[in-house]
T-cell receptor
Framework: GAVVSQHPSWVICKSGTSVKIECRSL??????MFWYRQFPKQSLMLMAT?????????EQGVEKDKFLINHASLTLSTLTVTSAHPEDSSFYIC???????????????FGPGTRLTVL | QKEVEQDPGPLSVPEGAIVSLNCTYS??????FMWYRQYSRKGPELLMY????GNKEDGRFTAQVDKSSKYISLFIRDSQPSDSATYLC???????????FGGGTRVLVKP
C-alpha cells in the first residue's frame, strides 16, 4: 500500500519551454501532497505543500509563478515548471500524505522522482 | 546551524556487519521520527516510523529515539550489498506534516 507514482520519470526540454510533472497516489487518497527538488549528493529541499482544492503553500525563496502547483483531485497533483532554464535542471520528487490519520503510518510516501534536464 | 545534522559519510562496512546511523536535532518540538532509504536516482522509501522516544524493531532494522538527548539512531543488522544506499533521517512536529530532513548518510556494504 501507499504507492505514489510520477510521470514522466525523466524529461529533456529546451530553455524557455514549460514542463508538467504529474504525481499520483495509486492506492490511497491524499489530501496533502508535497513537492521537493534534490540536487546531486544533497538532501531533499521542500518547495511547496499542496492541499486538495486550495492554493499551494510555497517555501521561502521558491517562485510560485515559476513553479505552478495544482492539486485538482485527491489522487493527483501537478507541478509545472514555466519558462524553464538550465538552472532548473534537477531531480523533482513528490510525496503524498498517507496512512490512517494520526496513526502509526501517517507520514509522507514518496514518488520515484522526475529528472528534468533543461538545455 | 541546521535543524537536523547527519554525517554524510560515506560509511563503508563489510557484508554481515551492523550499520549504525544517527542524527541529532535541535528543535524539541519534533515528535515524529522517520528513516528513509534512497537509492541513486530514485525516490526515498520509508523504512521506519517512530513516535516520541523509544525503540522500534522491524526485521533487520532497529530505530531508537532519545528525545532527552535529541538523538535518533538506525541500526541495520546482517547488512547486505543491497543495503548500499543513502539513508535520510526526517522528523516532524505533527503526524503527516512538513518533514525536516537530515543531509543523508551514504552507506556502502562491500561483499
Amino acid at each position: 500500500g501507499a504507492v505514489v507514482s510520477q510521470h514522466p520519470s525523466w524529461v529533456i526540454c529546451k530553455s524557455g519551454t514549460s514542463v508538467k510533472i504529474e504525481c499520483r497516489s495509486l492506492d490511497f487518497q491524499a489530501t496533502t501532497m508535497f513537492w521537493y527538488r534534490q540536487f546531486p549528493k544533497q538532501s531533499l529541499m521542500l518547495m511547496a505543500t499542496s492541499n486538495e482544492g486550495s492554493k499551494a503553500t510555497y517555501e521561502q525563496g521558491v517562485e510560485k509563478d515559476k513553479f505552478l502547483i495544482n492539486h485538482a483531485s485527491l489522487t493527483l497533483s501537478t507541478l509545472t515548471v514555466t519558462s524553464a532554464h538550465p538552472e532548473d535542471s534537477s531531480f523533482y520528487i513528490c510525496s503524498a500524505r498517507g496512512g490512517l490519520a494520526g496513526g502509526p503510518t501517517d507520514t509522507q510516501y514518496f514518488g520515484p522522482g522526475t529528472r528534468l534536464t533543461v538545455l | 546551524q541546521k535543524e537536523v545534522e547527519q554525517d554524510p559519510g560515506p560509511l563503508s562496512v563489510p557484508e554481515g556487519a551492523i550499520v549504525s546511523l544517527n542524527c541529532t536535532y535541535s528543535n524539541s518540538a519534533f515528535q515524529y521520527f522517520m528513516w528513509y532509504r534512497q537509492y541513486s536516482r530514485k525516490g526515498p522509501e520509508l523504512l521506519m516510523y517512530t513516535y516520541s522516544s523509544g525503540n522500534k524493531e522491524d526485521g533487520r532494522f532497529t530505530a531508537q529515539v532519545d528525545k532527552s538527548s535529541k538523538y535518533i539512531s538506525l541500526f541495520i543488522r546482517d547488512s547486505q550489498p543491497s543495503d548500499s544506499a543513502t539513508y535520510l533521517c526526517a522528523m516532524s512536529r505533527a503526524a503527516g506534516n512538513k518533514l525536516t530532513f537530515g543531509g543523508g548518510t551514504r552507506v556502502l556494504v562491500k561483499p
